[in-house]
């Protein structure tokens, strides 16, 4: 139900912007995260935007690198990556959750409280 673009691979400095989409949901009503895989590692939360007022929390490593936003009209949730270093490279994918809780689980990067996936869109850093 959610689908990813814009992986690919780029070169230490480069910028990319992630796409998510979602066929049948109003994205504006959920909170939508991004969370990314680095190989051999486990899945962490990078950005969130909530529901409610749009604001928008990132993880420590990715703050002044990356930003997420809501384009409502288009139903998508970017996010735009620059200044990407070989530690960024992973499989990004966006979630949405919907209940009560939305705006807390998702601003938290807590996995169980996002009910919809997407199936990932690599990313790779290296020169």
């Known amino acids: 139900q959610l689908v990813e673009s814009g992986g690919g691979s780029v070169q230490p400095g480069g910028s990319l912007r992630l796409s998510c989409t979602a066929s049948?949901?109003?994205?504006?009503?959920?909170?939508v995260g991004w969370f990314r895989q680095a190989p051999g590692k486990e899945r962490e939360g990078v950005a969130c935007?909530?529901?409610?007022?749009?604001?928008?929390d990132y993880v420590d490593s990715v703050k002044g690198r990356f930003t997420i936003s809501r384009d409502n009209a288009k139903n998508t949730v970017y996010l735009r990556m620059n200044s990407l270093k070989p530690e960024d490279t992973a499989v990004y994918y966006c979630?949405?959750?919907?209940?009560?809780?939305?705006?807390?689980?998702?601003?938290?990067?807590?996995?169980?409280?996002?009910?919809?996936w997407g199936t990932g869109t690599p990313v790779t850093v290296a020169s």
């Open positions: 049948d949901l109003t994205l504006r009503y959920y909170a």
């Open positions: 935007i909530s529901s409610s007022d749009s604001s928008t």
């Open positions: 979630a949405a959750a919907v209940g009560i809780d939305r705006d807390r689980y998702c601003s938290s990067f807590t996995e169980r409280g996002m009910e919809y």
